[in-house]
DNA sequence: AAGACACTTAGCCAGATGGCTATCTATTGG
DNA sequence: CCAATAGATAGCCATCTGGCTAAGTGTCTT
């Protein structure tokens, strides 16, 4: 099981690719639109969708010939939740060492 | 700028690194311990240990032979508040679009 | 003082990544 | 039906990445 976590970190790490989130974020769009902003050859630019459609965190469908985008919010969240879980898990363990540190105080005195 | 985004991201998209992170959400732990239980020689393990620190997500200090390594929390917060940004637009987008369709279908009854 | 331990550094290599140009296909507007 | 538009595909590079082995440094432990 190949995890889906490397492909959307992986998707996310590059800029460009986070660019386009962004833009996606506010309405779908056809690719020629999301590449317009960007200083690369188009050719490139297919490159970075590709990565992000296989990552699963946009989906497209072609109508003549354009080819619009999408986000997909579920894998959006799948990240965040990971995110959140490991600094949950970390920050709970700094307030029970505070607990801990406090409690050792207040017995000293 | 280089995005510190970029960074994390990074980080984050390897699955070793992903794993040491989750180690260090529990606490704090030496080099080798973190090492252990990956099948991968210490030195491309160290590779790995360094891009988490130098992306921030990670700190450490050497204590005699040991160096110990802990989380840091505020990155990850940086991250998930990134996710959490770009879900919630979209998100709120497509609310708007059902609440729109709710209302036409009203409109034509 | 010697050996073990916990890293650290250097250098090699194969494959992935991100950039390019050039060429191709399929739609559509006039 | 022709030209322009929108995107797809192929192939070439340079650099980055993640793996290795081998050898070095500094700190215990006995």
Redesign the pocket.
């Known amino acids: 099981m190949t995890n889906h976590l490397d492909r959307f970190f ?1 998707a996310l ?2 800029p ?1 690719c986070r660019a386009v989130i962004e833009r996606l974020a506010q309405s779908p769009a ?4 999301l ?1 317009a902003p960007h ?11 590709k ?1 992000l459609e296989e990552s699963g965190l946009v989906r497209s469908e ?7 985008v999408h986000i997909e919010a579920g894998p959006l969240k799948t990240a965040e939740g990971w995110l959140s879980q490991q600094r949950g898990l970390w920050e709970a363990r700094l307030d029970q060492l505070e607990d801990l540190i406090t409690h050792l105080n207040k017995t000293k005195m």
Chains 1, 2 share one sequence.
């Open positions: 992986d790490a590059d460009t056809p690719v020629s639109e590449h200083d690369i050859a188009l050719s490139t630019f297919l490159k970075h969708l990565v072609k109508k003549g010939r354009v080819r619009t």
